[in-house]
């Protein structure tokens, strides 16, 4: 199973490790992620496309996989960067280990490495990156390799991870007591969620509330989704999370403007924050090294209170968008926006993920937030 990697960063790092997973090169930008547990959660979410994620957790592979904890139906990630992995698993609801999962769906996993190393670097000089390959090993050879391909700023992972087709969307949350997915509840709002890259339980989310949800591509119709809140047949519209740098997304941007002149009530979440940002005039900036963990302090600014959540950025928006919205939440890491609701029209949104798999659930209350607004 386990075989030699060679990896090449852009600042010139080259080192060999033990590569579980794949058998391939893969290219991408190398980020850290901080969250103790939900590996597997992590590793399905659609926004890590075209990124190398390292884990500060040393142990990882140690409960295995499951089809139940998937975000999305495949893996999107270019690889999987850990100190120790751990091929035998021991958990009730494990079906597979990590490596044969990483094997399917072509991701590769690396081992056996230094991550504190790793991270230390990555929060001195910012996100980067990277060549992780099981069959070159020449540094030279890496690096012209890495030199051609095209960076992630540079590629619409959207087109990726997006659905083809409209789909409804039943499930609730998942009850760890009986160990299924909730039904769907009563409805009370019917909503279209725009797929930019979105995990599962967040469609979980929207649907425990009382919201029924239908799934359309990022390709969306904005004009289409008008005509339907015209006609009763939707309440609002949710814009997802997703990888990449939303000022890629030209045409999305564009669609969404619509929506916002109309009035429509919208909420986002991750890129679908960023997106409204964007489509309001305020464009995003690349943070250094990204937000990504699940034990992020951020505080509410009506509430006071404090709520630790779970992360999964490298934008943000900027700080004169101030002068059309409120300010909701801050991060206090770095003091960063982290919500907003526009005095535009019915429109709010948050950087954070409520939802939170992996996580606390300390922020799942702003979906009811968005059904509550709908109801207004």
């Not at 990277?130 to 090993?137: C, E, F, L, R």
């Not at 309440?235 to 997304?249: K, M, R, T, Y």
Request: hydrophobic share 35%; proline share 4%; aromatic share 10%.
């Amino acid at each position: 199973m386990m075989r030699d990697v060679w990896i090449y960063l852009e600042n010139g790092t080259y080192l060999q490790a033990k590569s579980f997973g794949a058998d391939t090169t893969s290219v991408g930008e190398i980020v850290f992620n901080t969250s103790l547990t939900g590996y597997q959660e992590i590793i399905s979410d659609p926004s890590y496309a075209g990124q190398f994620i390292t884990f500060t957790m040393p142990e990882i592979g140690n409960v295995g996989v499951n089809d139940e904890d998937m975000e999305s139906k495949s893996a999107h990630c270019k690889g999987v960067i850990v100190r120790q992995y751990q091929s035998n698993y021991s958990n009730f609801r494990g079906t597979e280990a990590l490596h044969t999962f990483l094997e399917k769906h072509g991701v590769i996993g690396i081992c056996d490495i230094d991550t504190r190393y790793l991270t230390k670097m990555l929060r001195t000089e910012g996100a980067m990156m990277m060549i992780a390959s099981t069959k070159v090993s020449d540094k030279g050879q890496l690096k012209a390799l890495l030199e051609a391909a095209p960076r992630i700023e540079e590629v619409n992972y959207i087109e990726e991870v997006s659905t083809k087709t409209a789909y409804r969307h039943t499930n609730g949350v998942y009850d760890p007591v009986n160990f299924h997915y909730n039904d769907a509840p009563e409805v009370k709002a019917k909503i279209a969620a725009i797929d930019f890259g979105v995990k599962r339980n967040i469609l979980n989310e929207l649907t425990q509330v009382g919201l029924e949800v239908t799934v359309y591509p990022n390709s969306f119709n904005a004009d289409e989704l008008i005509a339907q809140y015209d006609a009763r047949v939707i309440d609002g519209v949710f814009l997802s999370n997703g990888p990449g740098d939303p000022l890629l997304l030209k045409k999305e941007q564009e669609e969404i403007k619509k929506l916002i002149a109309r009035k429509i009530p919208l909420f986002g979440i991750c890129l679908g924050h960023q997106l409204l940002s964007i489509a309001h005039g305020y464009d995003t900036h690349k943070l250094k090294f990204g937000h990504h963990g699940g034990n992020h302090p951020v505080k509410n600014v009506k509430t006071g209170m404090v709520e630790i959540t779970a992360q999964n950025h490298n934008y943000n928006v900027p700080e004169s968008v101030r002068e059309i919205a409120d300010v909701t939440h801050v991060n206090l890491f770095d003091n960063t926006i982290e919500g907003l609701n526009y005095k535009t029209g019915p429109v709010f949104s948050v950087q954070h993920h409520p939802e939170a798999s992996p996580g606390p659930k300390e922020s799942r209350y702003i979906f009811e937030e968005f059904l509550n607004l709908i109801q207004r």
